[in-house]
């Protein structure tokens, strides 16, 4: 072989055996890499199962036994190498409360989903939550978190799911939530946020879903909320955003529901906001927006609901209403809209409810209503409405709520109105009706309220009002009614109003039995009530006549036999017993309807109250009073529900029972956000009890007594509470015709629920205020917050609420009732006292800013109120318009304002 061959054949094998070298080399750091990454996953594995472990919710007798024994527990999600990528506990069995920072977050570096909502958890978010930097779905929601965002969050780039909802986080929103510009669903409601709306929310262009409801919001409308063109649902409802809605709004043509509800908004309603053509919820509602309605509204035809009502909208409602044939409901009231009611309302073939009530509507009823025929609640009360109720009434056969009352109408009730068979709630009230109430009306089997008060209208009353089994509150007061027929014999339980009319004659022995008012009628007669005994008629004569004969021959019985007498009293007197007793319970078998409990939606049966709650058993009882008890109810829908059921011996008694009816009156026709819901009600001589909303934090006496529970009340919540009041006062005294006044408003029947809103209870002694009545009434109350002038008038007007809200105001601020305090105000000089040194010792009292602000207006607005002459007060509304009001900062801090000088400001205060 060639030398040079021979040289080239080294060659070749030399480079093969180094790049068989090289090759072995590799393989080896290869297997040592895949080595070193194994026992890392291992050690990784390990380190979270021990974190899972440390946090307790999995208790702590868990062996780990192996690196993956931590993948099989319930709520736990691993990756093929044990590591941990989803943690949910939102459904779990275990006892998952305490601290989030228990959760050590730097352990979980692979984490793709957290979620940890409905865990009683407590605490701030820990600011190591951002590194999670994988995490694409995190979720906290319903649980009692505080404190701030950390600004942390905003390292979490790759999250698509974003959930904090129903907790109690405050301060501003950062601007770092722009950085997660992948986001699809965002919520932050439900907490304490404050602040305005950061513009960088703006850069979240993947938003499908924001929702801001129930905060402390302020500020205007970002401009860069247009940027949002892929929202769908955007809801900043309950806050206290101002300014005008921007016509940019109009660039979110995906949006399917803008809630903007409860706020200070103000300007008009932008014509852009035609260009949502995909809307299928508009609610604008409780705000200061003006102008009038936008003919653009006409261009949103897959519109479901609408609702703009409870502002200053003006103008005249446009024919184009009758473009929006998929409105479920229409509600506008409580606005100045003018002119009348278009005929092409009945182009609306689904509406189910209208509202149109408190504006100034004018012209009559347009026939074309009738075509509504799924209308369930309509209502144009408190309008200039003239003319007579068309007869195409009778169409709205699925018809549950009518209510014209306050207008001008005129002319007979038609008969049409009895073909309504599934109306609950009649009120024609208020008008200039006249005739006589047609006999068709008792064919309305379904109805528990009827109100054809003050009108003109006459006849005798018919008999067939009496036979209605499911009427409880018939009003036909200030009317012209001459007669009762004999044989009217109402319910004992119906509540009926029948005063100032034209009745005569003898008051029938069935309205003997019945909760009835009756003053005003000087024709009437009987011996009850206070009317004179009737004249002697031959009726009278002969039933004298026939107890003179049964007398004598009692006496005779006398004479014949002692022994004998007494022996058939004894049996008459067990076979009266025997026979009562059988005929109660078989009245009460018969009438098993009674036990039906009455409701908004029908979803509350009596059986499902009995079942809750064990037949009233103690283990469910949550409060006690001289009224009876209270009862905690869990229903099988989940829904959770208060029963306050009137003991046995307290329904015998007529105040208890008078109190009940009253309440069940009041609430069944008022609508609040801060005022109790009542859900339903029974009331009978064998079980009567009351339903109503849940207040898982009771009454505000109680929270200000428990330390814990007073210092979680802080500042800004108990400004709010105050403010909760103010409203739902303002509402009775000046939306609710008549005028409602409380009558016993004091920290007792204060409720508060879970996130420590308030809600105003017990209506029990409220009562409306008539124009025409002296409104003298007996003293009901409670010591202490009693206004002092009603203890020796007697007479009962919104100035004993304003003056009863000025000492629950004060006893919010300073933790205690202020008795003392103002004791010391009649009696000594304020000047010393300051105002730092009677608020509750039990919270920092702030030097300046926002909070403090508000302290000074709310003790300001409350000596005003506590004024010894009523005149000098403030109406409620006036002292609802200052809480909505902007105000200029404080001039000095609130350490150097003394008690003098607040209540020398309360003169712009009245009116």
């Not at 600011?127 to 969050?153: A, F, V």
């Not at 000047?831 to 300046?848: F, G, K, N, W, Y």
């Amino acid at each position: 072989m060639h030398p040079s061959i021979d040289l080239y054949i080294v060659q070749i094998n030399m480079a093969s055996f180094k790049y068989r070298a090289v090759v072995v080399v590799l393989i080896a750091a290869i297997i040592m890499l895949m080595a070193t990454s194994i026992l890392s996953k291992s050690s990784s594995s390990t380190e979270e199962a021990e974190a899972l472990l440390c946090t307790g919710w999995w208790g702590n007798t868990i062996p780990v036994n192996t690196s993956t024994t931590h993948c099989k527990w319930k709520g736990i999600s691993c990756n093929g190498f044990g590591n941990v990528i989803g943690i949910d506990l939102s459904s779990s069995y275990y006892e998952v409360v305490g601290e989030l920072e228990k959760l050590n977050m730097s352990s979980f570096p692979n984490l793709l989903s957290l979620d940890l909502s409905y865990c009683e958890l407590n605490g701030r978010i820990p600011y190591e939550i951002g590194r999670l930097s994988k995490l694409n779905s995190l979720r906290l929601q319903s649980n009692d978190l505080t404190g701030m965002l950390p600004l942390s969050l905003g390292n979490l780039t790759q999250l698509i799911e974003l959930d904090i909802s129903y907790n109690h986080v405050s301060g501003s929103i950062p601007p770092e939530i722009g950085n997660l510009e992948h986001l699809k669903s965002l919520s932050l409601s439900s907490n304490e946020f404050n602040g305005s709306i950061p513009l960088e929310i703006g850069r979240l262009r993947k938003l499908n879903s924001l929702d801001l409801y129930y905060n402390n919001l302020t500020g205007m409308l970002p401009l860069s909320l247009a940027n949002l063109t892929q929202l769908h649902d955007l809801d900043i409802s309950s806050n206290h955003v101002s300014g005008s809605i921007p016509p940019e709004i109009g660039n979110l043509q995906n949006l399917t529901s803008l809630w903007l509800a409860s706020n200070q908004l103000n300007g008009s309603i932008p014509l852009e906001i035609g260009r949502l053509w995909k809307l299928n919820f508009l609610e604008l509602y409780d705000n200061n927006i003006t102008g009038m309605l936008p003919l653009s509204l006409a261009n949103l035809t897959q519109l479901l609901g609408l609702d703009i009502s409870f502002n200053y909208v003006s103008g005249s409602i446009h024919p184009e209403i009758g473009n929006l044939q998929n409105l479920t409901y229409l509600w506008l009231a409580l606005n100045q809209l003018n002119g009348s009611i278009p005929p092409e309302i009945g182009n609306l073939d689904n509406l189910e409810y209208l509202l149109l009530s408190s504006n100034q509507l004018n012209d009559s009823i347009p026939p074309e209503i009738g075509k509504l025929s799924m209308l369930k609640q309509l209502s144009i009360s408190s309008n200039h409405i003239s003319g007579s109720i068309p007869p195409e009434i009778g169409n709205l056969q699925n018809l549950e709520y009518l209510s014209l009352s306050s207008n001008e109408f005129n002319g007979s009730i038609p008969l049409e109105i009895g073909n309504l068979g599934n109306l609950k709630s009649l009120s024609l009230s208020s008008n200039e009706f006249n005739g006589s109430i047609p006999l068709e009306i008792g064919k309305l089997s379904m109805l528990n309220r009827l109100d054809i008060s003050s009108n003109h209208i006459s006849g005798s009353i018919p008999q067939e009002i009496g036979s209605m089994k499911n009427l409880h509150y018939l009003n036909l007061s200030h009317n012209n009614f001459s007669t009762i027929p004999s044989s009217f014999s109402p319910a004992h339980w119906m509540e009926i109003d029948i005063s100032y009319n034209d009745l005569e004659g003898e008051v029938p022995e069935g309205l003997q039995v019945a909760m009835v008012y009756m003053k005003g009628n000087k024709g009437l007669c009987g011996g009850v009530y206070n009317f004179p005994p009737c004249p002697a008629t031959i009726g009278s004569t002969n039933r004298k006549r026939k107890r003179y004969i049964v007398m004598v021959i009692f006496l005779l019985g006398i004479i014949i036999s002692i022994a004998f007498f007494i022996l058939g009293i004894v049996y008459c007197c067990y076979r009266k017993k025997i026979r009562k007793n059988t005929e109660l319970e078989g009245r009460e078998m018969k009438n098993t309807d009674i036990f039906s409990v009455w409701n908004y939606d029908g979803g509350i049966a009596y059986g499902d109250l009995i079942e809750a709650t064990n037949d009233f058993d103690i283990k469910y009882c949550i409060g006690t009073g001289g009224y009876g008890s209270v009862y905690k109810a869990e229903l099988p829908s989940g829904k959770v529900v208060a029963l306050k059921k009137l003991h046995k011996l307290e329904a015998e008694e007529p105040a208890f029972d008078k109190s009940f009816k009253n309440e069940v009156r009041m609430l069944t026709n008022i609508r609040h956000r801060n005022i109790v819901k009542l859900y339903g009600f029974c009331l009978h001589k064998r079980c009567m009890f009351l339903v109503y909303e849940y207040m898982e934090r009771g009454s505000l006496f109680c929270v200000l007594r428990d330390d814990a529970e007073a210092v979680e009340l802080n500042w800004t919540r108990r400004v709010n509470t105050i403010k909760g009041i103010a409203h739902a006062l303002s509402y009775m005294h000046y939306d609710c015709y008549p005028p409602i006044v409380h009558r016993d408003i004091s920290s007792n029947n204060i409720l508060l629920n879970s996130k420590l809103e308030a809600f105003v209870s017990d209506f029990g002694t409220a009562r409306r205020l008539y124009p025409d009545s002296s409104n003298q009434t007996i003293l009901a109350g409670t010591y202490g917050y009693i206004a002092p002038e009603f203890a020796y008038t007697m007479v009962v007007n919104e100035k004993c609420d304003v003056y009863s809200f000025g000492v629950v105001a004060l006893e919010t601020l300073m933790g205690r009732h202020p008795g003392e305090l103002l004791q010391s105000l009649a009696s000594t000089s304020t000047q010393t006292i300051m105002l730092s040194d009677v608020l509750d010792a039990r919270l920092q009292a702030p030097e300046h800013g926002l909070v403090a602000q508000n302290i000074v207006l709310v003790a300001t607005l409350a000596f005003a109120c506590l004024h010894s002459e009523p005149k000098s007060r403030p109406t409620m509304l006036r002292i609802s318009q200052e809480f909505l009001a902007s105000k200029a900062p404080l001039a000095k801090s609130l350490q150097g304002i003394s008690l003098s000088q607040l209540m020398n400001h309360d003169t712009y205060l009245i009116n």
